[in-house]
C-alpha cells in the first residue's frame, strides 16, 4: 500500500526517459510497482535507476498501476494504447501518462474509453538515461496537456518530477515538439562532426573542448532571443 496522496507506478519503457522519471516520482514518495522494458540495455538502466522495481510484462503492469507512464516511442504509442484497450487493461480512474512531445492526449483514447484519466507530461529536455538527468530535470520545463478538470494532476506530476510546468494546448503539441527538435538535432549533429573533426587532428578529450563550446554558444544565443540584436561569431568581438 502506497501513503495517502502517493500512487503505485508503472513504467512502461525502459529508453532513457522512463526510469529516469519513475526515479523522479519515487523520490517524492510514489511507490514504482514496476517496469517494462524487453531489452537488455532497458533492463541495465531500470536496474540502476529503479534497483527496487521488478520487470514485468506489459499488461500486468498496467494492472497493477494506479499511474501508468508510457515512456516510449511516439510511433509506438497508438498502438500500445489500442493494443492494451483490446484486452481490457484500462482501469477507470487510473491515471494514464505518456510522454511523447509531439502528441496531446488524444492518443489515450482508448484508455479514456475505458475510464482512465489521460495526461500528456513531456519534459523538455534532451536525456542521458543516467542519474546525471535527475538535477537537470530542476531547471527544465514540461509541457502538459490534459482535459481543464485533470489539467491540475498533470501540473502536479510535472512540479514532482522537478519540472516547470507549461501548459500546451493539444493543438500546439506538434509546435512544441517541433521547436525542441529544432535544437536538438542539429546539435547532435553538428557537434558529432565537429569531435569526429577534433580526432583526426590528434585531439582526444573532443568532448571536454567542445562542452564549453557548445554550452557557452547555446547561452550566448539564448540571450538573444526576443532581440533583434545580431550576434557576432566566436572568434569577433562585438563593436
Known amino acids: 500500500m502506497t501513503a ?7 513504467v512502461v519503457g525502459a529508453g532513457r526517459v522512463g526510469p529516469v ?5 519515487a523520490g517524492t514518495g510514489h511507490a514504482v510497482v ?11 538502466r531500470a536496474e ?13 503492469l498496467v494492472e497493477r498501476s494506479e499511474l501508468v507512464l508510457l515512456a516510449v516511442p511516439e510511433t509506438e504509442l497508438p498502438a500500445l494504447v489500442s493494443g492494451l ?29 475505458a475510464g482512465a484519466i489521460p495526461l500528456a507530461v513531456s519534459p523538455a529536455m534532451a536525456f542521458t538515461g543516467t542519474s546525471i538527468d535527475l538535477a537537470r530535470l530542476r531547471s527544465a520545463y514540461c509541457a502538459v496537456t490534459g482535459p481543464g478538470p485533470v489539467l491540475p494532476i498533470g501540473q502536479a506530476l510535472a512540479v514532482e518530477m522537478g519540472c516547470e510546468p507549461v501548459v500546451i494546448a493539444e493543438g500546439d503539441r506538434a509546435a512544441w515538439a517541433a521547436a525542441l527538435r529544432a ?8 557537434v558529432r562532426s565537429s569531435a569526429a573533426l577534433l580526432r583526426e587532428i590528434g585531439v582526444e578529450d573532443a568532448d571536454r573542448v567542445l562542452g564549453p563550446v557548445a554550452r557557452s554558444a547555446l547561452e550566448r544565443a539564448l540571450t538573444g532571443v526576443g532581440s533583434r540584436i545580431a550576434l557576432p561569431p566566436l572568434d569577433e568581438e562585438p563593436e
Do not use: C, F
Not at 4 to 10: D, F, K
Not at 21 to 25: D, F, Q, R, V
Not at 34 to 44: F, H, I, K, L, Q
Open 48 to 60: 540502476v535507476l529503479l534497483p527496487a522495481a521488478p520487470v514485468l510484462d506489459v499488461r500486468t
Open 183 to 190: 535544437v536538438v538535432d542539429p546539435l547532435d549533429t553538428v
Open 21 to 25: 522519471l519513475g526515479a523522479a516520482l
Open 85 to 113: 484497450a483490446e484486452v481490457g487493461a484500462w482501469l477507470p480512474g487510473q491515471l494514464v501518462v505518456h510522454t511523447a512531445p509531439g502528441s496531446g492526449t488524444g492518443v489515450l483514447a482508448p484508455a479514456a474509453a
Open 4 to 10: 495517502a496522496g502517493r500512487l503505485g507506478v508503472g
Open 34 to 44: 514496476g517496469v517494462a522494458t524487453v531489452s537488455d540495455e532497458g533492463r541495465e
